[in-house]
């Protein structure tokens, strides 16, 4: 079975760390762009309409990875978001999950971890959007008579 | 009968039988000697208070006495008898550190106050000694807390810091390893070696990776969760998760629960965390063949849960640090020595409390107590 490609941007200010593991989901099959700031995600979210998971840093300059998430969340309510933390403190990590992020891991990570949470994250993206779609079409045959 | 230890010393035997048979009326029962150097002799063998000596006396003098008695017994009082009228002598002692002097003929009532007086110098002294020692340990606990206090806030940002280099380095290598995996990447040279380093780089991130997690661990402030557990199947579940090592090394694991103890309200997960550790540590201290008890018993207000073994022991002088961070006496790699340091903070973060018995070849046991009020707390 060959496998989709999921479309991931990574959002970290450490940009090393943003370039390593981008190269190393790339080399896994995976589609990926890498920002640096919150700022910087926002308006690769707007630009590209086909992002299926954000991985973001919490502790960010600027716009921390809380404050980028609640945007996220307003503005593109079914993205999926991952949250990753060099903190030890869950308490941040779990404010994360109660806005609707989809998991957090705590750095550094192993990847298989990653691998998985990315798998579950975009399943949920997609169960989410098959609903929607549903309920349209459901709309739709209803106001055409069909149903 | 009086507990002051009073001796006389004078070379005038009427004076002596005198005054101890009037000291003996009120209660007191002092030791006697004709001379200085009989006198010394009765303070080597048993510890006397206050002395009370003729200056006057052939051989050595009340003086040579008093500063015999202060050199060595630093602590005894010593009043000073002057058979003169002249102060001379009395001021002289006073010079070397005597108590006090009385002018002969005494006045015995007056004696008796001045032996009172030096007593309760003695008394006040020893308790400002105490004073002193208990403040000397209080600070030093002070120190220590305040040390660990700040030692923690500083490993959690450290670790904090190095986490992120760590996460690139395991990026890094985690991506070369997928690059060796590729097809056109299947006959390069060396590639064993290439493949060996980047193993030692992933057991070195996760080396590291352990160490900051724990740091970071000491300062989580995750709130306790508790629940009501069930007894013996919480203590099953403890013996089965460390079970493979307990196989391994033929250990005998002996669980005993109180009757009483059906269930016990606690945090099952971080006192679970707790228990294994320090059940994996009795393992590796127990040599094959060994008994490990794991004890779950009421006392009082209080739960306890003991884990004993039939180890080597901890050598007294490792007994006070080993809940200091970064004591080990493992080799490197194999422990971080923050185990038994986190495993008191969530302890005493849960309200509870551990102690150590251990003898050198017997073997150790932690007892860990908790209190059972944490019952009524949950139920209100």
Known sequence: MIKIPARIL???DEVDFAEMLSLRLKEVGEIVISVHNGQDCLKTLEEKDNIDVVILDIKMPGMDGIEVLKEIKKKFPLMEVIMLTGHGSTETAVEGMKLGAYDYLMKPADFSDLAAKLEGARKRKDEHQERIRMAELKLLLRKTGGM | MENVRILFIDDETAF????IKRMKKRGFDPDRASNGKDGLAILEKKPIDVVVSDIRMPGMDGIEVLCEVKKRYPTTEVILLTGHAT??????????????YLSKPIEFDHLVSKIRQAFDKILRNEEKKGEAKFRVKMEQQMIATKRLASLGTL??????EINNPLAIINESAGWMKLILEKKELADIPRRADFEMALNKIDNAVNRARIITHQLLGIVRKDNAILSEVNAREFLDEIIQM????????????????DD???????D????RQVL????????????AGGKIFLTLEESGEDILFIIKDTGEGIPRENLEKIFEPFFTTKSPGNGTGLGLFIIRGIIEKLGGKIDVDSRVGVGTSFCITFPKRLKLKTNL
């Open chain 1, 10 to 12: 990574v959002v970290d």
């Open chain 2, 16 to 19: 002596l039988d005198t005054i």
């Open chain 2, 87 to 100: 102060s001379q002598d009395g001021v002289a002692g006073i010079k070397e550190g005597a108590f006090d």
């Open chain 2, 155 to 160: 490993a959690a940002g450290v670790a904090h």
């Open chain 2, 242 to 257: 460390a079970g493979v090592e307990i196989k391994n090394k033929d250990i005998e694991i002996i669980k005993r629960i």
């Open chain 2, 260 to 266: 009483t103890l059906t269930t016990v309200w606690i």
């Open chain 2, 268 to 271: 099952p997960h971080q006192v």
């Open chain 2, 276 to 287: 294994i550790n320090l059940v994996t540590n009795a393992v590796h201290a127990t040599a």
